[in-house]
């Protein structure tokens, strides 16, 4: 990979959805540059258009009921307008999806392992003990105890934590160049929450995966973020190198958001776990 170049570039990103009144505009001429090994941190409160921009890059809207305008540039191959076919061999292999709500990414008759082997399967040529073995060593990095289990195991049978796990360890295994991290570790504990934060981490750090994480605890995003996005009602009103970003917003809504949260938690509890 070439270093100058952002990984994943938006530029002019319009998304509308159709209502009963009409096309309604969510995400308005928004631009992002991702940068190799960086995480650019987005932020803003419910309802601003975050999960709408994450679907919009990964061309996951329904094509009948929106419309997405603009370039996605994703390691300089536009994604904006590709058939689907030819985006599911791009997901999960070259750009990453950890989302929200898991619960939906699991079919309820398939193990998880057979899920997870097919999932790496379909994009490698690895046989099946080996994608049985990544699989495995995947599961053990996002801290899940007895992976050869939970392998066996159907996804009813597990937490909304442990599922939430096993959806980041299939999203992140095979090293995509970009991950979109969508509220990645709200619904776990702070142990669990270290250790997935931590394997993110470790992934920008040896693989030069550049992420896009969006999280409303202001204490992830200073932990992990390089630079913050701001989004108020669809769009990008502040964008700043972390630190000048905490220490000095520009925008009114930026100045709400830091007032609304302290940024002290993560922090606090990191220094209690790592000693
Ligand atoms: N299909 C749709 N039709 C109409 N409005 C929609 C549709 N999907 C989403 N919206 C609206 O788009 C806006 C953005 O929603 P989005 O889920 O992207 O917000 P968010 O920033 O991710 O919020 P949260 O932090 O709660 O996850 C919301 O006002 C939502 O009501
Ligand atoms: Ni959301």
Same mark, same amino acid.
């Given at each position: 990979?070439?270093? &100058?170049?952002?990984?994943?570039?938006?530029?002019?990103?319009?998304?509308?959805?159709? /209502?009963?009144?009409?096309?309604?505009?969510? #995400?308005?001429?928004?631009?992002?540059?991702?940068? +190799?090994?960086?995480?650019?941190?987005?932020?803003?409160?419910?309802?601003?258009?975050?999960?709408?921009?994450?679907?919009?890059?990964?061309?996951?809207?329904?094509?009948?009921?929106?419309? *997405?305008?603009?370039?996605? %540039?994703?390691?300089?191959?536009? =994604?904006?307008?590709?058939?689907?076919?030819?985006?599911?061999? *791009?997901?999960?292999?070259?750009?990453?999806?950890?989302?929200?709500?898991?619960?939906?990414?699991?079919?309820?008759?398939? /193990?998880?392992?057979?899920?997870?082997?097919?999932?790496?399967?379909? &994009? /490698?040529?690895?046989?099946?003990?080996?994608?049985?073995?990544?699989? #495995?060593?995947?599961?053990?990095?996002?801290?899940?105890?007895?992976?050869?289990?939970?392998?066996?195991?159907? +996804?009813?049978?597990?937490? @909304?934590?442990? !599922? %939430?796990?096993?959806?980041?360890?299939?999203?992140?295994?095979?090293?995509?160049?970009?991950?979109?991290?969508?509220?990645?570790?709200?619904?776990?504990?702070?142990?669990?929450?270290?250790? *997935? !934060?931590?394997?993110?981490?470790?992934?920008?750090?040896?693989?030069?995966?550049?992420? =896009?994480?969006?999280?409303?605890?202001? @204490? #992830?995003?200073?932990? =992990?973020?390089?630079?913050?996005? *701001?989004?108020?009602?669809?769009?990008?009103?502040?964008?700043?190198?972390?630190? %000048?970003?905490?220490? &000095?917003?520009? &925008?009114?809504?930026?100045?709400?958001?830091?007032?609304?949260?302290?940024?002290? +938690?993560?922090?606090? %509890?990191?220094?209690?776990?790592?000693?």
């Amino acid at each position: 990979m070439e270093k &100058h170049r952002n990984v994943l570039q938006v530029s002019g990103l319009n998304v509308a959805v159709k /209502t009963e009144q009409g096309m309604l505009s969510l #995400v308005h001429n928004l631009q992002l540059d991702m940068k +190799p090994g960086k995480v650019l941190g987005l932020v803003g409160e419910s309802g601003s258009g975050k999960t709408i921009t994450c679907l919009a890059l990964l061309q996951l809207l329904n094509q009948k009921t929106s419309q *997405v305008e603009g370039s996605i %540039q994703l390691n300089g191959r536009e =994604l904006n307008g590709l058939k689907p076919k030819e985006m599911r061999s *791009v997901l999960g292999k070259e750009i990453g999806y950890i989302m929200q709500n898991p619960m939906h990414t699991f079919t309820p008759v398939f /193990t998880i392992g057979n899920q997870f082997v097919e999932t790496i399967r379909s &994009h /490698t040529d690895l046989t099946k003990k080996q994608a049985n073995e990544l699989a #495995v060593s995947s599961l053990e990095a996002m801290n899940l105890q007895e992976p050869a289990k939970i392998m066996r195991n159907y +996804p009813f049978q597990l937490s @909304g934590g442990m !599922l %939430q796990r096993v959806m980041i360890a299939i999203s992140i295994c095979l090293r995509p160049s970009v991950v979109i991290a969508d509220e990645p570790t709200t619904a776990l504990d702070v142990t669990t929450q270290m250790q *997935v !934060l931590k394997e993110l981490d470790r992934l920008r750090t040896e693989c030069g995966t550049s992420i =896009l994480l969006i999280s409303h605890d202001l @204490g #992830v995003i200073s932990e =992990l973020a390089d630079e913050v996005a *701001v989004m108020q009602k669809g769009r990008i009103v502040e964008k700043a190198d972390v630190f %000048q970003l905490f220490d &000095h917003p520009q &925008h009114v809504y930026t100045k709400k958001l830091l007032q609304a949260r302290p940024v002290l +938690p993560i922090n606090e %509890q990191m220094k209690k776990l790592v000693i």
